[in-house]
């Protein structure tokens, strides 16, 4: 018999640290046989031994080398007897500052891990999934995807990307019996998050700090409670953003200029002008 066992089976990016790691502790609690991959290999063994090396393969993964991501995939189904419940793409960095300001690598980094890693990811897993009766393809996408979110530019155009990516492959990959569904979350309390974020968030509100294992229920959620459901905002009133921008994307950008480091720059600008 495999690893596996007869146990129902996840693959997880970005495991090492935040949401994919709390992702990572609620299913393996749950019964799941874990499959958790990240850059941070010395975060993986430990997540090894928490959870016993019975319960779960750990194994460094660069989700842009798509070489090495399908020998990723393949032993995860040597594990599996060649099932997998679950595909979590959730890896992903975060490189702020103004667009024309950034080094053009930093832009390319950000693309290559949101979004061409997520499209990596999938491709390869697809196999696994269709021969998985209800399997799941879940992704992490970002409240940034609501609206196009200045100082994180390239990071909201992937997260972006991978919203319309979802809602196409929702219905491509039915033909399969395969769902997809993705998580849209605030501001949450990991790694990628600045110290600055984190110390001016609002207590309350859609953009108040949420907790990581919040994004873990929610892929818990998706495969057990609701499968119908195509995103998932954390908290919901992210849900709110996403209409409002839909509806008024003139008015949410005047919101949104008006406000944060954006609008102080603007200031500056018009003040400068204002002098010629």
Not at 62 to 76: H, L, M, N, Q
């Amino acid at each position: 018999m495999s690893k596996a066992g007869t146990r129902k089976s996840i693959f997880i990016t970005g495991a090492a640290s935040g949401m994919g790691l709390e992702t990572a502790r609620l299913f393996s609690k749950g019964g799941w046989f874990v499959g958790a991959y990240d850059v941070n290999l010395e975060g993986l063994k430990t997540l090894e031994v928490e959870l016993g090396s019975e319960n779960c393969v750990v194994r460094s993964l660069d989700v842009t080398d798509r070489t090495d991501y399908g020998k990723a995939i393949s032993e995860f189904g040597e594990a599996t007897d060649g099932k997998m419940d679950l595909l979590f793409n959730n890896a992903g960095i975060g490189k702020g500052g103004f667009f024309d300001e950034q080094d053009f690598q930093d832009v390319l980094d950000v693309v290559n891990v949101n979004f061409i890693g997520v499209l990596i990811g999938i491709h390869a897993g697809v196999p696994l999934l269709k021969a998985t009766p209800n399997s799941l393809c879940f992704t992490t996408s970002s409240s940034s995807a609501t609206y196009g979110m200045p100082g994180i530019a390239v990071y909201s155009a992937t997260k972006h990307a991978v919203k319309g990516l979802t809602e196409a492959l929702s219905i491509e990959l039915s033909r399969h019996g395969i769902r997809v569904a993705d998580t849209l979350p605030g501001l949450i309390d990991t790694p990628i998050l600045p110290d600055e974020a984190k110390a001016n968030a609002p207590t309350e509100g859609m953009f108040r700090l949420i907790q990581p294992i919040e994004v873990a229920q929610a892929v818990w959620s998706s495969y057990h409670d609701n499968p119908d459901r195509l995103h998932w905002f954390v908290p919901k009133e992210i849900g709110d953003l996403d209409k409002a921008s839909a509806m008024d994307p003139e008015g949410t950008r005047a919101s949104i200029a008006s406000q944060g480091p954006l609008a102080a720059a603007l200031e500056e600008v018009k003040a400068a002008n204002a002098g010629k």
